[in-house]
């Protein structure tokens, strides 16, 4: 059993930066591949990023490379997604998932895993 928790969130100008945090329990972090995943309101979940177990291999969908960057610290069981120049259609409500697929780039990969609360991020115009 792997609990998640995300932090990080807020409401921030376009342009802006902010990190988001997901913690997770267990002894085991670093055998999961870890992914974040946003929903807007109205509209289906997207798979932003991902990264491998090792840390050595990432994933992020098009319309975040550039500004995003996923890392992981397995000595802290955290990964970070770091937002750089946030754009008002990046406002979502973030998810981190959990999977010991290693499959870590499919977001199909996650649907079984383990899911944290979410944490919403608000940019304004």
């Known amino acids: 059993q792997v609990q998640l928790v995300e932090s990080g969130g807020g409401s921030v100008q376009a342009g802006g930066s902010l990190r988001l945090s997901c913690a997770a329990s267990g002894r085991t972090f670093s055998t999961y591949s870890m992914g974040w995943f946003r929903q807007a309101p109205g509209k289906e979940r997207e798979f932003v990023a991902a990264i491998a177990g090792s840390g050595t291999r990432t994933y992020r969908t098009d319309s975040v490379k550039g500004r995003f960057t996923i890392s992981r610290d397995n000595a802290k069981n955290t990964v970070y997604l770091q937002m750089n120049s946030l754009k008002p259609e990046d406002t979502a409500v973030y998810y981190c998932?959990?999977?010991?697929?290693?499959?870590?780039?499919?977001?199909?990969?996650?649907?079984?895993?383990?899911w944290g609360q979410g944490t919403q991020v608000t940019v304004s115009s």
């Open positions: 998932a959990a999977t010991q697929s290693p499959l870590y780039g499919l977001a199909s990969a996650y649907e079984n895993g383990y």
